[in-house]
């Protein structure tokens, strides 16, 4: 993830449920090695419940955006991003080892 899409991200993040309501919801649209695209959607910000996550063509799970990570549950496994760079997201299933996925996270409101 570049520093462009860390700092509009924060910004986001920051600014909570005042921004959304004057804005459009933000997409990061976020491709990891073998997985599917991935989008988060965020709304209010961090500590919103109107976030969520979209993995690939399945319906949209709640995402909790926190100071530096984010989670979301999907299809018994649990999703945790980074927002550092390089983007990466650890998938962790039951009963499976933990696995660290690297890739790459664009913003919409990248001009």
Do not use: W
């Amino acid at each position: 993830m570049s520093r462009t899409i860390l700092i509009l991200l924060a910004f986001v993040l920051i600014s909570g449920p005042a921004h959304s309501v004057s804005k459009e919801p933000v997409a990061v649209t976020c491709k990891f090695e073998k997985l599917p695209p991935m989008v988060m959607t965020i709304r209010g910000g961090m500590g919103a419940a109107d976030n969520t996550l979209t993995v690939g063509k399945t319906p949209p799970v709640p995402l909790e955006i926190g100071s530096g990570l984010s989670t979301a549950s999907h299809d018994g496994r649990d999703f945790i991003f980074s927002l550092r760079e390089p983007a990466s997201v650890t998938v962790i299933r039951a009963g499976a080892a933990d696995q660290t996925y690297r890739g790459t996270c664009k913003s919409s409101l990248r001009p």
